[in-house]
């Protein structure tokens, strides 16, 4: 079955970096456009970038643009997500999810991995 | 970036019917982009409800059905049962900023 297994999440202090991984099973990850979406703490939603199959397009919302950066490694079934320059209002669940085939919308989601940023 | 407008909140007695509209603009959901909709229960990620506007996933209960017209979106819920309290967003495109992808403000749906 699909699984999407989320890591890398923790408590960082604004300004710094931090990795997060996505770790994908279970169907062919290389045929499928993946998203992180994030969600602050009692908030709603928010999309934060988005990579095309093959990882060479990749676009991301303004609030991270310049910030962080999307990548995939295909061979490894691997999404992750480079966090530089971290604000309090980063603070949030991160989820990994995948495309559909069919169309734009999300078919699997992540368990959530949560990013603390606070000094 | 743009964001799609949902009510806060809606409410309904069992076997009631509710809906949440889901509200864009002419660059997202009046652009003729498809819209999803989303399940979210408390300490869990969001589930899949209702995808191109009005098709429901295998497993979804046919209760659930979505529609679209002009600028906005609808999610139906009919039979309102007390397994359907919790938080539900719709999804779409924005074509006003390329590959941008949006989400509806969220609504918690409340089973009195």
């Known amino acids: 079955q699909v699984q999407l297994v989320e890591s890398g999440g923790g408590v960082v202090q604004p300004g710094r970096s931090l990795r997060l991984s996505c770790a994908a099973s279970g169907f062919t990850f290389s045929v499928y456009p993946m998203h992180w979406v994030r969600q602050a703490p009692g908030k709603g939603l928010e999309w934060v970038a988005i990579?095309?199959?093959?990882?060479?397009?990749?676009y991301y919302a303004d609030s991270v643009k310049g910030r962080f950066t999307i990548s995939r490694d295909n061979s490894k079934n691997t999404l992750s997500l480079q966090m530089n320059s971290l604000r309090a209002d980063d603070t949030a669940i991160y989820y990994c999810?995948?495309?559909?085939?069919?169309?734009?919308?999300?078919?699997?989601w992540g368990q959530g991995t949560l990013v603390t940023v606070s000094s | 970036q743009s964001v799609l407008t949902q009510p806060p909140s809606v409410s309904g007695a069992p076997g009631q019917r509710v809906t949440i509209s889901c509200t864009g603009s002419s660059s997202d959901i009046g652009a003729g982009y498809d819209v999803h909709w989303y399940q979210q229960f408390p300490g869990t990620a969001p589930k899949l409800l209702v995808y191109a506007n009005n098709n429901r996933p295998s497993g979804v209960p046919d209760r659930f059905s979505g529609s679209k017209s002009g600028t906005s979106a609808s999610l139906a819920i009919t039979g309102l049962q007390a397994e359907d309290e919790a938080d539900y967003y719709c999804?779409?495109?924005?074509?006003?900023?390329?590959?941008?992808?949006?989400f509806g403000t969220g609504t918690k749906v409340t089973v009195l």
């Open positions: 990579t095309s199959s093959d990882g060479d397009t990749k």
């Open positions: 999810a995948r495309v559909s085939q069919a169309g734009s919308d999300i078919d699997y």
């Open positions: 999804q779409s495109y924005d074509s006003s900023l390329s590959g941008h992808y949006v």
